[in-house]
């Protein structure tokens, strides 16, 4: 275990060494495109037979007539556990999402690659799939659906150029990040050997995560939003004990697979300081279709109280998804709710041009919808950045909602790529 810590590690100190040199192109960085309201739509899990195609296409038609959406978010398994990972499958998904009259950004989960390998779905091997997936959904710049998004892909970055699924965007003065990071222990394998791909992929979202988040900062964006399809299990996160080569026992439990996620979360919020929401899907049963808290620690173990989690887990999956809607006059800035598509063809036959395509099957709840205990102490930010990025501002977190946007210095060198952005 302590072997692929430190193989993890010396990789992400190349990677930073990598970043100071890009650092040093003469890009002027993206600013901020405005506080004019956005809504986007997450949807996800609702691929996972051939029976689902035709629901999910009139979900896709139905969120395409409402003009408040600007992009979708296709929240990882475009197929299910049960079918195999054909490439007619793939294909066939593809063509269904791409017909998308909003613009639809695709993020990988589990049933897409990771568990390809097992007897049900094929006995595939997981790596070559995910090339495969790769080189279908991710060829050019370009999101899918009808009018596509430009996106930033961590390809773009010399060092990762494999890592195609990775993205970054920005809309009305908020960035976007999506990453592959898939249930259930984000693909890390505990068989003997190098677990090359788990490393490699960890190296290359840490970077990212990092990197993005200085990008967002020093450009004036008003928030961080992160997509992602698995749950991180925030409630285990680990703290990195000194002189850990001497513990001989041994833990029953399963390495933590997403270790290197949450470290680079909090270091993500610390950076940024302004709101950062991580989405993502979970098999927990959730009543309203989703849930929102604040379940990160730092590792002195106090609330990371920027940022917020908003865990989905829809009952139809073919016909609801989570509309986020965000405007700089809210204070909290964003409201969630889930929208669902009615089932019966004969309802969306006889409906006029101009109704609503689509019904709200919860009211607004706003983000966040809890902040932190008054006795939490505020988290404090580390001081621990690369040499080559400034460190966080010293003002500390307060222990309750979300703390102010600060203007980064105007000295400082910008970041490559800067994310692009199709949305108007």
């Known amino acids: 275990m302590h072997r692929v ?132 959904f991710f060829a050019d710049a370009s999101s899918l659906g009808q009018s596509p998004l430009t996106l930033s892909r ?64 020093r450009s004036e964006m008003r928030a961080l939003v992160i997509l992602l399809q698995a749950d991180p299990d925030f409630s285990r996160y680990e703290r990195r004990e000194r002189f850990a080569w001497l513990q001989f026992s041994r833990s029953n439990q399963p390495r933590d697979g997403f270790l290197e996620l949450k470290r680079s979360l909090v270091k993500a919020a610390e950076i940024f300081r302004g709101p950062v929401i991580v989405i993502h899907g979970t098999d927990a049963p959730e009543p309203n279709g989703f849930h929102i808290d604040q379940p990160l620690r730092n590792d002195k173990a106090l609330i990371v109280t920027n940022l917020t989690r908003v865990a989905i887990a829809f009952k139809k999956p073919q016909s609801q998804w989570l509309e986020v809607q965000s405007d700089a006059q809210w204070h909290p800035p964003f409201r969630l709710r889930v929208r669902d598509v009615k089932e019966t063809r004969t309802r969306e036959s006889n409906a006029p041009a101009s109704e609503a395509p689509a019904q709200s099957s919860e009211p607004y709840a706003p983000y966040p919808a809890l902040t932190a205990p008054a006795s939490t102490p505020p988290a404090l930010p580390r001081n621990d950045l690369p040499e080559s990025l400034p460190p966080p501002p010293s003002m500390p977190l307060p222990a309750s909602d979300l703390p102010p946007i600060l203007t980064p210095p105007q000295s400082l060198p910008p970041i490559y790529p800067v994310p692009a952005s199709g949305v108007q």
């Open 5 to 136: 810590e430190r193989a993890v590690a010396a990789r992400l100190t190349s990677a930073v060494t990598i970043a100071a040199a890009l650092m040093c192109g003469a890009v002027a960085p993206a600013r901020a495109e405005g506080n004019a309201p956005l809504g986007f739509a997450v949807i996800s899990d609702a691929l996972t037979r051939p029976a689902d195609e035709a629901p999910v296409r009139r979900m896709l038609d139905a969120i395409g007539r409402d003009s408040s959406v600007a992009f979708i978010v296709y929240d990882g398994n475009l197929k299910g556990a049960a079918e195999p990972c054909r490439d007619s499958i793939y294909q066939s998904r593809h063509d269904l999402l791409d017909a998308s009259r909003t613009p639809l950004v695709m993020l990988l989960g589990q049933h897409d690659w990771a568990d390809c390998g097992s007897a049900h779905a094929g006995a595939y091997d997981p790596v070559e799939r995910l090339d495969f997936v790769r080189q279908l």
């Open 154 to 217: 961590e390809s773009d970055v010399a060092r990762f150029r494999t890592f195609r699924e990775i993205v970054r965007w920005q809309s009305q003065g908020i960035a976007f990040i999506g990453l592959n990071a898939p249930s259930p222990n984000n693909h890390y394998l505990t068989a003997g050997g190098r677990n090359g791909e788990f490393e490699d992929r960890a190296v290359a979202t840490s970077f990212w995560l990092e990197h993005a988040a200085e990008s967002a900062r």
